[in-house]
């Protein structure tokens, strides 16, 4: 017997969807791709170091994290602008991904770790920075719930697993 199943993901690969039909609004972008170099730059010049932030977020600028890769796909992807726009683009590491998928579309969700290396979440307090969110251009309504690693997020919606607890989702 199946008792709960969790979730662990490689943190920084990034996602973006559309709420009302789950389909992605473009690839994912994983942790080594290095397509957002100029954008890694821009916000050194106007945060005046690539330490700027690390006060806050812990990180350094960097194009590894996915904050960067949203903010990327935010500039130069066309249907990310119209669903942010429009009120139905949401965004996550793999594991918020999977979770809105296992739930049947009802939890948008992240657990802690995943959270931490978006370069979005205030280290001390542990849920998203405004500041931090102002500074990339990220609209913080497209965010997922950031949560503990270890509790019941949802439930299985679908297929063989249907009713098992989803109780446990952590970053690698």
């Keep these: 017997e199946i008792r709960a199943i969790g979730i662990t993901n490689q943190r920084e690969t990034t996602v973006v969807w559309d709420k009302t039909t789950g389909k992605p609004l473009y690839n994912a972008i994983v942790w080594s791709d290095l397509r957002t170099h100029d954008t890694v730059q821009q916000l050194v010049r106007a945060c005046g170091s690539v330490d700027a932030l690390r006060g806050r977020c812990g990180l350094p600028l ?14 130069n992807v066309p249907d990310v602008q119209r669903a942010i726009e429009e009120g139905r683009c949401m965004f996550g590491t793999v594991d918020a991904w999977l979770l809105y998928h296992l739930s049947g579309r009802k939890v948008h969700a992240t657990d802690i770790t995943n959270a931490s290396r978006t370069m979005l979440m205030n280290l001390e307090e542990g849920q998203w920075d405004t ?30 697993l249907e009713g098992v607890p989803i109780a446990s989702s952590i970053g690698d």
Excluded: M
């Excluded at 960097?62 to 500039?75: A, E, M, N």
């Excluded at 609209?139 to 679908?158: D, F, K, M, R, W």
């Design 62 to 75: 960097s194009t590894y994290f996915s904050g960067v890769k949203l903010r990327w796909l935010i500039d």
């Design 131 to 160: 500041s931090l969110c102002e500074t990339f251009g990220v609209p913080t309504e497209i965010l997922p719930q950031i949560c503990s690693n270890s509790e019941i997020y949802g439930h299985v919606a679908a297929g063989c």
